[in-house]
């Protein structure tokens, strides 16, 4: 038997169960799961919110780390640290919120080396996804990037996670968020050396505004991307991964005609591994791990459902880990 945190249609916020092995997951390789990780797209889950989970009863968590216990596919064998971010997990295949996995073998990668699982887990699919976002402004090195970048989101794991990756790589990053100002110093700490409070933002502007940024990160949507769209400077490029303000954008063709502005969808699901490995790479080598430690908080399965509600009340930053065993 192994523990799991279960989500069931129509009976509001998953509940941890005890479930047989041979009842979990489906692939060739067996996976003891280590941490999993708390994403947005999670907390809407696990609190029984529709649109996430697409079966009448599905195993949550978009993100495992883990040790192959088994393996029928030669590209794994036991004992191997890996990782899987998205691919279906917690959406249409059992997810990373349990005690073991089981997946087809063409998901998981290999833990870089440098990464402790807790980790790996905290960056899962928040600091990925941040890393497929940096690469398609250019990647933190050798882009002609000569002014400021603007992360909206700021203070979620996908926005902390992209400005320190952007600071590490020399930009000056703007932040935007919506929280007091209490958490400027946070964001500061990551890197930004610019705060932008999100109701300047919000509500709908003009088609072409004054031009002030170089390239942008978006995980909000709605008016705030409209407005990022009409700031972002000549030949800018903005990529967005989320939509947690809205997912309706409203934007005018005058940034893309006019300023030849580039916008840029990221997904973090069905990523070719190619990518995948592009952005851990990259992890690898401009993650600052002190930094990563000092914004992630662990709690256990059992303890889900309540870290979900306050992320999704906004009460909540950097990364929440979870330990699946304890």
């Known amino acids: 038997m192994a523990r799991a945190l279960r989500v069931t249609r129509g009976e509001g916020a998953a509940v941890v169960a005890e479930i047989p092995d041979d009842e979990i997951g489906e692939g060739p390789v067996t996976i003891d799961v280590e941490w999993s990780s708390l994403n947005y797209k999670d907390a809407l889950a696990v609190t029984g919110r529709p649109g996430v989970i697409r079966a009448d009863r599905l195993i949550a968590g978009i993100d495992l780390v883990g040790t192959v216990r088994e393996s029928a596919d030669p590209a794994h064998a036991p004992g191997e640290r890996v990782l899987v971010n998205g691919r279906g997990l917690g959406e249409t295949h059992d997810g990373g919120l349990a005690e073991i996995a089981r997946v087809p073998g063409d998901w998981p990668i290999a833990v870089p080396d440098r990464f402790t699982a807790r980790q790996a887990a905290a960056i899962g699919t928040a600091g990925y996804t ?89 995980t909000v949507g709605g008016p ?20 947690a303000g809205a997912p309706e954008v409203t934007a005018s063709m005058m940034p893309f005609i006019l300023r030849a502005v580039s916008l840029v969808g990221v997904n973090s699901v069905f990523t070719p591994t190619a990518a995948r490995d592009a952005a851990w790479r990259l992890l690898d080598r401009d993650l600052d791990t002190d930094l990563l430690d000092g914004l992630t908080a662990s709690i256990g399965l059992q303890d889900a459902v309540a870290a979900a509600e306050r992320m999704l009340a906004g009460e909540t930053t950097g990364r929440t880990v979870v330990d699946v065993r304890a």
Not at 145 to 163: H, K, P, R
Not at 194 to 201: G, H, K, S, V, Y
Not at 224 to 243: D, F, H, I, K, P
Request: proline share 2%; glycine share 18%; hydrophobic share 40%.
């Open 130 to 218: 941040a890393a497929l976002c940096v690469l398609a402004l250019g990647g933190t090195t050798g882009t002609t990037y000569d002014g400021e970048i603007l992360v909206t989101g700021a203070t979620g794991g996908v926005g902390s996670l992209a400005i320190a990756l952007l600071a590490r790589g020399g930009h000056t990053v703007a932040a935007v968020t919506g929280k007091p100002a209490g958490q400027h110093d946070y964001l500061r700490g990551l890197g930004a050396t610019t705060i932008i409070d999100r109701a300047e933002l919000e509500s709908a502007g003009k088609p072409l505004q004054s031009e002030r940024w170089s390239g942008a990160i978006d």
């Open 224 to 243: 705030v991307l409209a407005n990022v769209l009409a700031q972002t400077r000549y030949g800018g490029t903005v990529a967005t991964c989320g939509m």
